[in-house]
């Protein structure tokens, strides 16, 4: 009787190996047979040999501990039901008759000739125009050419005259103008023509953040307007006859009555998918509580600032890594500084309609964006309603953002729009689900979460979208791999779904760091309660001078507050670490001169907030090559009920500060 291994938990969720008379090693080095991409793994971490006929579990001298049946052991003859845990990765030992499917492991396949006769045409329906589902048409079509159609449905484009194009505001249409930064991975991975199309012109990117310890080729992230994103790679599309665009919202019903339907849809329609719900049964549901502290669901809400800042960049960077309350992400000044907001600001973000005289969580609720109209006036074009905050010149939350602004160089007048986001995080159970099963008429049809419908948004800006690009990378390898002009398979998938947990993971982790903090004593907290309770006054405050004052000589002012010494000490050790990638930055001379015109209880809340991990903003999204190896670190997975399909993880990437 055979013996198999399943993933539970982690990115072979659902993959089974069958255990012959070789050892089967896990851990995190490459040359093991389960490699373990996680912090908590040792190099050779457990394994798993066979012992006459008993399958017995060996711990290596792992630094973290292996577990079975959640109890640690050093040795441990298996039994069918036991589960063993190897850091956050869980894998089920079971025989093979007991098991649904299990398939051997496979390689991809090898390039092989095609048949005389024309596989046929592989036929995709992408939902959603955004840059995530423009960029996996576009993919797909390259790596296809000849032997793939895609129809791109969005409602947020229109036609003039014989080309698609987006909608502006005369048609109710706010255009993205966040600027995103895109790490050399993700757009490395694009397509010369992409690439040249994107980042042809230097006028419509930089690249303001330093080379990060995974940066592909040395290449840096690059920043560049989504909008701008938006409109390059809809022109590049239009121009590709295999890819049909389709100014209308994808609607999932009128799909369905369709006679014929596709091999693929692919749901790239945002974190607010409708497409996605329609299929919830599919899917799954997600789990809203595995994020949680203390029993609380986190959600972060982020005010966006729309601005233009005389700082350099390199002043800049150094500025927003020091501090978790204010980040800065620009194209050459201009761009968006993101405010963290504490739970009591988050209740003052408020719109008010000035006709009927009532508050409005327009701002709050909705992605609206306020553009300023007027001294102090923010409108909203859809609403019609005002920035509360804005109009209240005394309020609390219009002085911090007042202070954010100095902070960053930024004139009041060059406050230009608002707008807010949340972050709010989930755990998907899958990414990949049959919809239509093949009949004598149709294909059947496989969807696919891809970008913000599979995660939700990181408070880094661009993580979604390096998400996003990575998701598209990864589906369009599985399919041209793939397709040989039969009905797909679950099998055709496993490295794509793989991957997706990976991504899943290290999106939601580092959301995770961007929203808590760990203290010296082992205690988590949320930031905002942290920025809360730095905003509190000091046992022996000093009066906060008004806005724009000088400060009065001899004043700790002046340079003796121990709160601008100790930020300016965490500054100097970042810079430290910064300027071999980073040359040219700020001098200590120059980084007091600007913080000394900030108010003390400012500086306080800046130094409360604590550093940002280095990591987080200059390191990379996860490495999907890992999947499409030729001999990638994959078992292959039994078909599963996606209704009843268990919560997935992927490996964590150790955090350096």
Not at 97 to 123: F, I, S
Request: aromatic share 6%; with cysteine; glycine share 8%.
């Amino acid at each position: 009787m055979s013996s198999v291994i399943v993933g539970r938990t982690g990115p072979f969720t659902g993959q089974s190996l069958v255990l012959g008379a070789a050892p089967l090693r896990f851990g995190r080095k490459s040359d093991n047979d389960v490699v373990i991409v996680s912090a908590s793994a040792s190099r050779l971490h457990a394994e798993i040999v066979l012992e006459g006929d008993t399958h017995v579990l060996h711990d290596r001298a792992s630094k973290n501990g292996t577990y079975v049946n959640e109890q640690r052991v050093e040795r441990h003859a298996l039994s069918a039901g036991d589960i063993i845990r190897i850091g956050e990765e869980t894998f089920l030992f079971d025989t093979e008759e007991a098991m649904e499917t299990v398939m051997a492991l496979a390689p991809p396949d090898p390039p092989r000739a095609e048949p005389a006769a024309d596989p046929g045409e592989l036929r995709v329906t992408v939902a959603g125009g955004g840059p995530v589902g423009l960029a996996f048409a576009l993919l797909l079509e390259d790596a296809l050419p000849g032997r793939v159609s895609v129809t791109v449905h969005d409602g947020r484009w229109t036609e003039h005259g014989s080309t698609v194009v987006w909608k502006d505001e005369t048609h109710g249409n706010v255009r993205r103008q966040q600027v995103v930064t895109v790490q050399s991975r993700q757009y490395l991975a694009l397509t010369e023509e992409m690439r040249t199309a994107l980042f042809g012109d230097a006028e419509h990117f930089s690249e303001m953040w330093p080379v990060g310890p995974d940066s592909v080729e040395g290449r840096p992230p690059r920043n560049v307007r989504i909008a701008y994103i938006e409109d390059r790679l809809l022109e590049l599309a239009a121009r590709k006859p295999a890819i049909r665009l389709v100014p209308r919202r994808f609607d999932a019903a009128e799909y369905e009555n369709r006679p014929v339907r596709d091999h693929v849809l692919a749901i790239c329609d945002g974190g607010r998918s409708r497409t996605r719900e329609h299929y919830a049964d599919r899917f799954g549901a997600a789990d809203a509580s595995i994020y949680s502290l203390d029993g609380e669901h986190l959600q972060d809400v982020v005010l966006g600032l729309r601005v233009k800042s005389s700082l350099t960049d390199r002043m800049s960077v150094l500025l927003t890594v020091a501090q978790n309350r204010f980040l800065l992400n620009s194209l050459r000044g201009e761009g968006f500084l993101n405010m963290r907001l504490t739970r009591e600001e988050a209740r003052n973000v408020i719109g008010i309609d000035p006709v009927r005289q009532v508050f409005e969580e327009c701002v709050a609720a909705r992605p609206c964006v306020m553009s300023r109209h007027g001294d102090n006036e923010f409108v909203c074009p859809t609403h019609g309603t005002l920035f509360l905050p804005a109009l209240l010149r005394g309020s609390p939350l219009w002085q911090r953002i007042q202070e954010g602004l100095r902070l960053f160089g930024v004139a009041e007048d060059d406050l230009s729009a608002v707008t807010s986001f949340r972050l709010d995080m989930v755990q998907r159970p899958r990414f990949t689900a049959q919809i239509g099963r093949a009949t004598a008429t149709e294909p059947g049809t496989y969807g696919f979460l891809l970008g913000d419908a599979a995660n939700a948004i990181h408070f880094w800006p661009g993580r979604g979208l390096n998400s996003g690009l990575a998701s598209a990378t990864s589906l369009a390898l599985s399919l041209s791999r793939a397709w040989r002009g039969k009905p797909l398979r679950d099998a055709d998938f496993i490295r794509h779904e793989a991957a997706m947990s990976m991504l899943q993971y290290r999106h939601k982790s580092r959301a995770w760091n961007a929203m808590v903090t760990t203290d010296d004593q082992g205690v988590t907290r949320a930031i905002k309660d942290i920025v809360a309770a730095g905003q509190e006054p000091s046992p022996d405050p000093s009066p906060d001078p008004a806005p724009g004052t000088a400060p009065a000589p001899g004043s700790d002012r002046a340079g003796e507050a121990p709160d601008l010494d100790a930020l300016l000490a965490r500054l100097a050790a970042i810079r430290a670490r910064l300027a071999p990638r980073l040359p040219g930055m700020p001098t200590d001379e120059e980084l007091r001169d600007h913080l000394g015109g900030l108010r003390p209880s400012t500086l306080r809340t800046l130094l409360a907030s604590g550093a940002w991990d280095t990591l987080i903003v200059g390191g990379e999204e996860a490495d999907i090559n890992l999947f499409y190896q030729e001999n990638p670190p994959l078992y292959v997975a039994r078909p599963a009920d996606p209704r009843v399909a268990g919560p997935s993880f992927a490996p964590q990437e150790a955090l350096t500060p």
